[in-house]
């Protein structure tokens, strides 16, 4: 994509930012193939246009685990589009480059405040069952 082009399109409300996603794990192939599928990942999704995106080799960390980042550089159509991507794929380091000041509608912040705190609700209700599941399991270890 052009320069010209990704500053038509902030001008007309999009957000260029700057994404890192950090990957570990074993072995040092997975973490590879892991990047270029959030790469592939993020550029599928609806209202983002990815500008470029760096993926840098794995390193060993220990005597088993590798670690691994890609650094994604992308336009987003919306606050909401950057959110979404925010929760799914939790990345270390979030940059808004373009435009220095974003302006937007309150009923649109809105929505975007009650998206956030719904989708915390649901990470919040998984914790509380995997809680209550080890409490059972651990009430169950000790009777036998």
């Known amino acids: 994509m052009e320069e010209s082009q990704i500053q038509e399109k902030i ?3 999009a957000l260029r930012t700057r994404l890192i996603v950090e ?4 072995p040092e192939e997975h973490i590879t193939h892991t990047l270029n599928l959030v790469k592939d990942k993020v550029a599928e999704i609806k209202g983002v246009d990815l500008i470029k995106a760096d993926i840098r080799e794995p ?3 220990s005597e088993r685990m590798w670690t691994g980042f890609v650094e994604l550089e992308a336009l ?3 606050l909401s589009t950057l959110m979404g991507i925010c929760f799914d ?4 380091s979030v940059e808004i480059l373009e435009p220095d000041t974003i302006r937007e509608d309150a009923g649109y912040l809105s929505d ?8 915390l609700h649901q990470y919040d209700a998984v914790a509380k069952m995997l809680r209550a599941k080890l409490a059972l399991k651990e009430k169950e ?3 036998k």
């Open 112 to 119: 975007v405040f009650n998206d956030l705190t719904a989708k």
């Open 59 to 61: 390193k060993k960390i």
């Open 23 to 26: 990957i570990a794990g074993f």
């Open 76 to 78: 987003m159509d919306r």
């Open 11 to 13: 001008k007309q409300g």
């Open 89 to 92: 794929f939790m990345p270390s």
């Open 141 to 143: 270890n000790k009777t």
